[in-house]
């Protein structure tokens, strides 16, 4: 099983720890608020951090390391070359993965880093050498090692330059991504495969996945809950308000197939912009006035001469559809 951050990769870790009577752990950053969380039952015996110069400026990982380190009887150990993150239990098994042992890494904390971890319980000899090679080319920190570094902190901490962040969260602008449509059918059919026991077709399966990240479903809900969540979040989505307004605003209020079509290539940034013939093969339109029909009951869909039309039901007008 692959452990998510955001779905119990610090519950998991400490568990992890909590099992065993010896841990090594080697992380590239480590913060001490973060450690005791881990160590809460002190079973971590050896500890290798990267602790370079800049991790130590920055704050990326805390020198105080040492001193919680000195007072609970474990080994602290420094290598620069370090970049995995792994604890280990001194045996057969390991939790390794992306997530540092810090706040956003392995402690999920606020916007935390997204994070990738597996825990594999039957590494084989040259595995457990691997460990043990990387602990024997690595400087144990002891009194002297840490006050040259601590000096050398205080040293050039005010000369580390802070750069700006910039936001990576998207924004919703006048333009969308076709990918922000429904994939699955219908609602009901998105929710029957999920909550189904037989195994999905991998065009089944997609869509699947596609929905609930796009519409950001709890699967930790059941088949109500969750019915009752993708109805709001479907509807308040930026592109289905959109579109709901458009039809809405037309003269006729009410779109045919062919009006949606222009719509979507007129307010989508895909690149090339969807030609109305990909839109029709893939049958994008007809699944999305499925889901707009089924959440609203100000909207329905009927097809007269041959083409499905979407009416806001406030003024249907037979047979005048845009």
């Not at 809405?248 to 989508?268: A, M």
Request: hydrophobic share 35%.
């Amino acid at each position: 099983m692959i452990i998510k951050s955001g779905y119990q990769l610090e519950e998991q870790a400490i568990k992890f720890v909590e099992n065993e009577k010896s841990i090594t752990l080697l992380s590239a950053y480590i913060k001490l608020n973060q450690l005791k969380r881990l160590n809460h039952k002190q079973n971590i015996k050896q500890i290798v951090v990267r602790w370079e110069i800049q991790d130590l400026c920055v704050g990326a990982s805390d020198i105080e390391l040492y001193e919680y380190c000195n007072k609970n009887n474990i080994t602290l150990y420094r290598n620069t070359r370090i970049h995995l993150k792994a604890i280990w239990n001194n045996y057969n098994s390991v939790l390794f993965g992306s997530a540092n042992i810090t706040g956003r890494g392995i402690g999920e904390e606020g916007n935390y880093n997204f994070e990738l971890n597996v825990i594999t319980e039957n590494i084989c000899l040259t595995d457990k050498l691997y460990f043990k090679d990387i602990i024997k080319k690595s400087e144990l920190v002891d009194s002297i090692l840490y006050e040259k570094l601590k000096n050398l902190k205080e040293k050039y901490q005010k000369q580390i330059v802070k750069f700006p962040e910039i936001n990576t969260e998207p924004e919703y602008n006048s333009k969308f991504l076709l990918s922000q449509l429904p994939m699955s059918s219908s609602p009901t059919s998105m929710l029957n495969n999920f909550f189904s026991k037989q195994k999905l077709s991998r065009i089944d399966e997609d869509c699947l996945i596609q929905d609930l990240s796009i519409y950001e479903i709890d699967m930790s809900l059941n088949k109500e809950e969750m019915a009752n969540q993708l109805k709001t979040n479907f509807n308040r989505h930026p592109f289905v308000k959109a579109l709901k307004q458009y039809i809405k605003t037309t003269k006729s209020e009410s779109s045919n197939y062919g009006g949606i079509v222009r719509w979507i290539q007129n307010n989508t940034t895909t690149v090339p912009t969807p030609r109305s013939w990909e839109l029709k093969k893939e049958k994008i339109i007809n699944i999305l006035y499925e889901w707009i029909c089924h959440f609203d009951d100000e909207y329905f869909w009927e097809r007269p001469y041959h083409t499905q039309v979407i009416y806001f039901k406030k003024n249907k007008e037979d047979g005048k559809a845009s």
